[in-house]
């Protein structure tokens, strides 16, 4: 089902799909509802159906003029993803900036075969986790509704397609997210597009077994931010705090996990554009902005705050200026040199549609 560019509709944001798109009615609706009423004039609006119209003409009908003008204009495209992807034309663009219409469109059928004619040896642990992938969201809530039907034909499909990586539990909420703004059939082959690495590195290290890529960001990330933030990396240091303990999930699921989908949402704009650097740099963005807090905590108090981060930390609109004022794009290369030849030689990456027998790697949450 592709998201039609005529579904932009400023009156429509609170329809029945965006409350599946944000969640849990009663919190993200409501967020949501106060963020579009409270002082919102009509100029605002008239502002925002402008935005969309700026979309369009970049986008093109279906599309078709998105390669040409991101060529021709990078600089405005990545200005106007940082400001936020409108809603309604979401799904659409991230099909197109990751990659992965160009791989649904060069393997035709291949979808359906993997989800009717193949199986699985991670089927049972993709039916275990299934109802563990936002159990607090609308659209997963039903047991064996709609969402979940979906959620499993996506893993299990995917489970098939590289046997080599298989199923981890980690990558449900990829694969939930993408679901909420696309076919079961685009949000597989985008999910594809991110583990094999159709525009950016590949990410399927992050659930291959021992979670190679994983131990990889967290050496970049421990360093980064005791680059950046000294004094809290001292302290952390004194009270053996280390990004593992706090820091894995934001890698594994990309912030998808539990942080609120109004932010969320934020990040995977600029991550499938400008690729897994904007992990790092929100880690330090939201480190940086509750900064003075961290410093006076202990262990015990340390680990809840950094699990659990203010409400006004969770503001896109505060937290991504943060984040973009950091510089990594040269420091990671580097350390991630440092890594490797502390490691030995990198872990190779497998080729597009492996097939190799299934591996499990487990990932806790």
């Known amino acids: 089902m592709e998201k039609k560019i005529d579904d932009c509709d400023i009156g429509n944001l609170h329809s029945p799909r965006q409350a599946e798109k944000f969640g849990s009615i009663t919190q993200e609706l409501n967020n949501l509802s106060d963020s579009l009423t409270k002082g919102r004039s009509a100029n605002e609006f008239e502002r925002e159906e402008r935005r969309i119209r700026k979309w369009r003409k970049m986008i093109g009908l279906g599309g078709s003029d998105w390669k040409y003008y991101a060529r021709r204009k990078p600089h405005v495209v990545k200005r106007r993803i940082r400001k936020g992807i409108p809603d309604c034309l979401r799904g659409l663009v991230w099909q197109l900036i990751s990659g992965s219409r160009d791989l649904l469109l060069m393997n035709p059928g291949v979808y359906e075969q993997l989800v009717i004619y193949e199986t699985s040896a991670s089927e049972l642990d993709i039916i275990r986790d299934i109802s563990r992938t936002f159990p607090s969201h609308v659209f997963f809530q039903q047991r064996h509704g709609p969402g979940q039907r979906s959620l499993y034909n996506v893993l299990k499909a995917y489970s098939v397609y590289d046997r080599d990586v298989g199923y981890v539990q980690g990558m449900g909420f990829l694969a939930g997210l993408l679901l909420l703004y696309m076919s079961e059939e685009d949000a597989f082959w985008l999910l594809v597009a991110l583990l094999k690495g159709a525009v950016h590195a590949p990410m399927e290290g992050l659930y291959q077994v021992g979670l190679p890529l994983v131990q990889q960001y967290l050496f970049q990330f421990d360093l980064l931010m005791k680059e950046h933030l000294p004094k809290l990396g001292e302290h952390f240091t004194q009270e053996m705090i280390n990004p593992s303990m706090y820091a ?25 554009y400008e690729g897994v650097k904007i992990v790092f740099k929100v880690g330090l963005a939201l480190l940086k902005y509750c900064h003075d807090d961290l410093v006076k905590l202990p262990f015990e108090k340390l680990i809840h705050a950094l699990r659990n981060f203010p409400e006004d930390a969770m503001d896109p609109d505060r937290l991504l200026p943060m984040a973009y004022s950091f510089k990594v794009s040269k420091r990671l290369e580097e350390l991630k040199e440092v890594y490797d030849k502390k490691n030995g030689k990198p872990v190779k990456c497998a080729a597009l549609n492996t097939k190799h027998q299934p591996k499990t790697a487990q990932v806790k949450f």
């Open 248 to 272: 894995s999930q934001w890698f594994i699921t990309v912030f998808s996990y539990s942080f609120p989908f109004h932010l969320t949402l934020r990040i995977w704009d600029v991550f499938l």
